[in-house]
T-cell receptor, first 113, second 110 residues
């Protein structure tokens, strides 16, 4: 158990809908990272927040957004969902603003039908 | 731009045999390098990391990796593989925007 929690574990929704994925980092970690893992794209970095502020951005679509709250938990919002958004979404956390050691949560499996 | 290449998509080894998983990276500066393991349906677990110093790093579960700057490589090794090592292994490089390789799936034959 990494200490990073993600909810929900599974999510099934229809095209065009909007969902919110939640992540709680390990106690004491200030950075949260979001990743998408799919069969065709592999594991892709989406976005990083450090202590409430966006720190780095990867291959995140404009339909996707994220934020980190004062209690350091983070949410990833996915809107206007398409079939191709079906994937595993991982959250990771680390102590510092730089990646150093990232600890991954168990992931949220999103299925868009 | 930084990138990671894992040349082997799938490797099969016999239990008790040695293992080497290859990783080549491209990075503008001294890289931070990582190896992660992912069991089916699970998140990624950090095996080991290299930031600086000794180029041979030890990790958990009996794994080690060697950083070779001249070859831009960071290969993962284990002297004797156990059936429980069957999983997907990812090499990663970077800092804030970490880049992962495509992964190598390890199958262990009894």
């Amino acid at each position: 158990d990494s200490g990073v929690t993600q909810t929900p574990k599974h999510l099934i929704t229809a095209t065009g809908q909007r969902v919110t994925l939640r992540c709680s980092p390990r106690s004491g970690d200030l950075s949260v990272y979001w990743y998408q893992q799919s069969l065709d794209q592999g594991l892709q970095f989406l976005i990083q927040y450090y202590n409430g502020e966006e720190r780095a951005k990867g291959n995140i679509l404009e339909r996707f957004s994220a934020q980190q709250f004062p209690d350091l938990h983070s949410e990833l919002n996915l809107s206007s969902l398409e079939l191709g958004d079906s994937a595993l979404y991982f959250c990771a956390s680390s102590v510092l603003g730089s990646s150093y050691e990232q600890y991954f949560g168990p992931g949220t499996r999103l299925t868009v039908t | 731009a930084q990138s990671v290449t894992q040349p082997d998509i799938h490797i099969t080894v016999s239990e008790g045999a040695s293992l080497e998983l290859r990783c080549n990276y491209s990075y503008g500066a001294t890289p931070y390098l990582f190896w992660y393991v992912q069991s089916p349906g699970q998140g990624l677990q950090l095996l080991l990391k290299y930031f600086s110093g000794d180029t041979l790093v030890q990790g958990i579960k009996g794994f080690e990796a060697e950083f070779k700057r001249s070859q831009s490589s960071f290969n993962l090794r284990k002297p004797s593989v156990h059936w429980s090592d069957a999983a997907e292994y990812f090499c990663a490089v970077g800092n804030n925007d970490m880049r992962f390789g495509a992964g190598t799936r390890l199958t262990v034959k009894p």
